[in-house]
């Protein structure tokens, strides 16, 4: 029951609320309609494909030496670490399956998807809080270009697009890397390693697994964008909005994770 | 070329190579549920499929040549088993193959073995359906595996009992183990038994060279066995013993029907033998028979001097000297 009788006055349940939970509402809501205004601003002209193409490059190509990187250490270490317990236990040609349903189904998508939330969520964060700061986007509206579009539309999708290929190209290298490893533990051909990497893989390993990376890429898009589009003034707003964008898409991803991992159970594909 | 085409260049490599990783993986995951070759379906039924899955692999003589695409419930006793194998099979695998649910590895998925058929039988054709052999039940074996563990912890309870019985000195086995008297005993029993075991080794000695002889027809066993003629005559003496005793028999039989007349009373000897005033009788009698014969000898000199008799003495005399 709203305790004053103004017209936009908050309802007594909000007013009640403590100031961390109802900013974080806020928050919550306030990223929603970006998201939403996305969809409407994507569905409809005028396209931005050159600038969809060239943060395709940006988000995409030059994530490739940092991703590649991590994941080919990730498929090493991660073979390395498991050998010995399933060379314990007389399994040890289990490993290249064991390795390979891990990568193509969990490790590769979200630390692959950590990483780029990290490298491209920073980096749009301060790109548009630093525009934000030098109004760059008022100029922009002034001028009659629409910066939603030109700006968030164009890093949103490319990010949606480029971080499962990001993931898959990872999933290789980190797969090489695997096989690397078990090659130097012991005598294993490149074919029979992959074979048996396959060989234990189904569509439902990897298809739920290629599915939410693409919302892992459109969240780390949309949170880099809301953070850096809605920067506080000044230096200290823009480094603000990239450490903040880093730290919540971070945890988007894992949340998104955990639903993933709920539907994929749901429908029986674990 | 200016920047932005040399790196629209990069991100068309980027993403030509990432799709055809793309298209790498889904083929691969695909060629191993034969998603992309050419297949025929085959059925096979059975009454317990043990965890058996859609997607699990069918192997023919260990390899790889299909998949399972379907298990439905027919019945309450039977399980019907849809089979995608690989088309070239089509020229392998015979009519009267069977088919049965094995496990890949020890601890691995469930998958179908078909096994060869015989030579003269016809190929298998799209929609068959082979005949299955049962498969062991894991849980059967484990049941009767748990049963044998119970026995054996009862088996081990026991035995822990003895031992502790032993231990604590009590029970018979712990006297035999710690008593110096029976093992003193004991060893007293196995010098004897050792004795014994060397007297019936210089038996068997003796008797080997007792059969020896009798082999080389030496001895009396030796004649025995080997002289015919003394065997013709042991016959005909054992034939005479057999005809002896059958008279011995009959004799038997005889006299036991006379002493059954004897005990029943009937006839004079049983009257001479029961009845006591007979028998005090006869006593008397051959008493004073006794005393008659002893007066015979004066009676019949006597007579020898009577004159009514003389004669016939006299002649009887003279015959006897002739």
């Known amino acids: 029951m709203p305790q004053n009788s103004g017209k936009n006055a908050a309802p007594f349940w909000i007013s009640a609320m403590p100031a961390g939970l109802k900013d974080f509402l806020l928050e919550v809501g306030d990223t929603s309609r970006f998201a939403g205004r996305f969809f409407r601003e994507f569905l409809f002209p005028p396209y931005e494909l050159r600038e969809v193409i060239r943060q395709c490059f940006e988000i995409g190509y030059r994530s490739l030496p940092l991703v590649g990187l991590t994941a080919f250490i990730i498929g090493l270490v991660l073979t390395l670490q498991s050998r010995p317990t399933l060379v314990e236990f007389g399994a040890e040609s289990w490993l290249p399956a064991m390795v390979g349903i891990s990568i193509i189904r969990e490790i590769g998508p979200v630390i692959i998807a950590l990483i780029c939330a990290g490298k491209i969520g920073s980096r749009i964060g301060a790109e548009l809080g630093s525009m934000k700061v030098t109004e760059q986007i008022d100029a922009m509206e002034v001028s009659g270009t629409n910066p939603f579009k030109y700006i968030v539309v164009s890093r949103i999708i490319a990010t949606t697009l480029m971080i499962p290929l990001l993931v898959i190209i990872g999933d290789a290298i980190a797969l090489y890397g695997s096989f690397l490893a078990v090659k130097f533990k012991g005598e294993v051909s490149f074919t029979l390693f992959f074979h048996q990497v396959f060989h234990s893989t189904e569509f439902s390993d990897f298809i739920p697994a290629f599915i939410k990376s693409f919302f892992f890429g459109f969240a780390i898009g949309v949170i880099g964008c809301y953070k850096g589009y809605n920067s506080k003034k000044g230096t200290e707003g823009v480094g603000e909005s990239a450490n903040s964008a880093v730290v919540v898409s971070s945890l988007l991803i894992f949340i998104l994770d955990l639903i993933a991992v709920q539907i994929t159970e749901f429908f029986g594909y674990i | ?322």
């Open chain 2, 1 to 322: 070329m200016n920047k932005e085409a040399l790196n629209n260049i990069r991100l068309g490599i980027f993403v030509i190579t990432g799709t055809v990783l793309l298209i790498i993986g889904l083929y691969l995951i695909g060629s191993n549920r034969n998603i992309f070759g050419k297949t025929f379906t085959v059925y096979a039924t059975f009454r317990d499929v043990n965890g058996l899955l859609n997607g699990n692999n069918v192997r023919f003589a260990g390899i790889k040549v299909g998949t399972v695409d379907k298990v439905e419930i027919v019945n309450d006793t039977t399980v019907k088993v849809k089979m995608t194998i690989e088309k070239k099979m089509l020229q392998v695998i015979k009519k009267n193959s069977m088919v049965s649910i094995g496990t890949d590895g020890l601890m691995g998925d469930k998958l179908i073995n078909i096994e060869a058929g015989t030579p003269d039988a016809a190929f298998i054709e799209e929609g068959d359906e082979l005949a299955s052999i049962p498969s062991l039940n894991m849980d059967e074996m484990l049941r009767t595996l748990d049963i044998t563990n119970k026995n054996v912890a009862i088996i081990s309870t026991n035995l822990k009992n003895i031992t502790q019985n032993i231990s604590e000195g009590r029970g018979t086995l712990y006297t035999v183990l710690n008593d110096t008297t029976i093992a003193a005993q004991l060893r007293h029993t196995l010098k004897n038994i050792d004795v014994v075991s060397n007297n019936i080794l210089q038996i068997s000695a003796d008797l080997n060279a007792v059969v020896s002889e009798a082999k080389n027809g030496k001895g009396l066993l030796g004649t025995l066995v080997k002289d015919t003629v003394m065997t013709g005559d042991l016959g005909n003496a054992i034939k005479e013993i057999k005809t002896a005793g059958e008279q011995i028999n009959t004799s038997a039989g005889e006299l036991k029907i006379i002493l059954n007349k004897v005990n029943t009373g009937s006839g004079t000897i049983s009257t001479l033998i029961n009845d006591t005033a007979s028998a005090n009788n006869l006593k008397r009698s051959l008493v004073n028979i006794d005393s008659s014969a002893q007066k015979l000898p004066a009676l019949m000199e006597a007579l020898k001097h009577n004159f009514l008799f003389k004669a016939y003495f006299k002649k009887q005399e003279k015959q006897n000297k002739k």
